[in-house]
């Protein structure tokens, strides 16, 4: 059956273990991984370093690990939804490096790309900068950022044959297709798995299989949304 386990708890199990760096997919909650996540959960892991553009929300996402206490370092660029975080933050108990997020998404993608580090001007005069090797090029000061290659990478995609490769959908290309790349061990979670003998067609790929090293059936759960705002529908409004 290809790349596909029985299961995320046996998939996640197999390679999770304490002070592993951890990258996981999806822009808010749109495209997390929330069955491997679960899954990391209960494996029961510590002293994790997480690698995300955000930090989930309260009893959500990448929240559980945090509830959990199984995080102790956390790159992230937008952590602004979740009260735990910022406790545990503040007193002391999490260690966070805030990464502009363009450079996030690049270090992950040069990590991927077997480039250990790039320049960018992005972060220059302000406390991104500090301890961070300058240069100058063409009259324009920049930064030294390292690539990020993470120990495991989970990824949540639309669509999977059984070789591994993936197709996104929507807001949840955003980060998965760049996390998928940077893992040592890539575990994807997939809504719709192809049955054996069918395969993306190569132009419907956005992750090819060589990237992925498990896959497994996502469960089936509602869209998470981190505010939902609703409006009364106005007199004749026509719904497309």
Do not use: W
């Not at 760049?178 to 132009?203: H, K, M, N, Q, Y």
């Amino acid at each position: 059956m290809g790349k596909l386990v029985g299961g995320a708890a046996d998939a996640v199990r197999a390679v999770a273990r304490d002070g592993m760096t951890v990258a996981v997919g999806g822009f808010g909650l749109s495209g997390n991984p929330t069955t491997l996540i679960r899954a990391l959960v209960e494996s029961g892991v510590r002293d994790l370093t997480v690698v995300s553009n955000n930090m989930g929300v309260d009893g959500k996402g990448l929240g559980l690990l945090l509830e959990n206490r199984q995080v102790a370092k956390v790159l992230s660029s937008y952590v602004g939804e979740n009260r735990l975080f910022a406790q545990q933050y503040l007193d002391g108990e999490l260690d966070v490096e805030f990464v502009p997020q363009g450079t996030l998404a690049e270090r992950l993608r040069a990590g991927g790309a077997g480039i250990p580090a790039f320049f960018t001007p992005t972060g220059v005069g302000t406390p991104i900068a500090e301890g961070k090797e300058e240069a100058e090029f063409d009259g324009v000061r920049a930064i030294l950022e390292r690539g990020i290659v993470a120990d495991l990478a989970l990824v949540r995609a639309y669509r999977a044959d059984l070789e591994g490769n993936l197709r996104y959908r929507l807001t949840a290309r955003n980060f998965n297709p760049l996390v998928a790349t940077c893992g040592r061990v890539t575990i994807a979670e997939a809504d719709d798995v192809l049955p054996e003998g069918s395969f993306l067609d190569p132009d419907d790929i956005h992750t090819p299989g060589i990237y992925v090293h498990r896959l497994v059936q996502a469960d089936p759960s509602d869209k998470q949304i981190e505010q939902r705002t609703v409006r009364e529908r106005p007199s004749g409004a026509v719904v497309n």
